[in-house]
């Protein structure tokens, strides 16, 4: 189902957030230093009135004088736990909202008559909060599951993704 980025521009955080929330947008924060910020909306991505499927990332920038802060992880709604067929459309390996090494999948699927693109999680290693070493069982599913996701990816398989409500993926099937 797609959507229209409503225009979150000179609100607060949580005005902003709450208004792409109740478009099923989910959304990143961004905090930059500006000496003249007063903390609301100055910048999003994509921008107002874009048709996007719903579930896509909106990045929102609210520039404070008091200085950088970390930006925050993706947040809002969220797909449940199910099993999604469709399309691997990217494949992302390190760090890309800052909150820890992994892999990552972006999916293209279709559901309530219409278009929804959403990041799946292969595997997750949390950089603030470090564990044990993953066992030799755990290190063969992440290169199993990375394998199949880059094939399906690189030659543009139908997949079925099972997903647990945290979006992490537990299973892949390609489909020839």
């Known amino acids: 189902m797609s959507v229209i980025v409503p225009n979150v521009i000179g609100m607060g955080r949580p005005d902003a957030e709450a208004a792409l929330q109740a478009r099923l947008l989910r959304y990143i924060a961004r905090f930059p230093f500006a000496a003249d910020g007063d903390g609301r909306a100055t910048v999003q991505s994509p921008p107002a009135g874009t048709l996007v499927p719903s579930f896509t990332v909106v990045t929102v920038s609210y520039p404070s004088p008091m200085g950088p802060l970390d930006d925050t ?3 809002g709604p969220t797909l449940r736990a199910g099993t999604y067929e469709g399309t691997i459309k990217s494949v ?3 760090n890309p909202y800052g909150s820890g090494q992994g892999a990552w999948v972006s999916f293209d699927t279709q559901m309530d008559g219409g278009a ?3 990041t799946g ?5 949390h950089a603030v909060a470090p564990a044990a070493p993953p066992d030799r069982t755990e290190w063969m599913r992440r290169g199993a599951m990375l394998g ?5 990816f690189t030659h543009g398989h139908r997949v079925r993704l099972i997903t647990s409500s945290d979006l992490f993926i537990v299973s892949i099937e390609l489909f020839a």
């Open 73 to 75: 992880s993706v947040q």
């Open 92 to 94: 992302l390996i390190g």
């Open 116 to 118: 929804v693109s959403f």
């Open 121 to 125: 999680v292969l595997y997750f290693d």
């Open 148 to 152: 199949a996701a880059q094939r399906a």
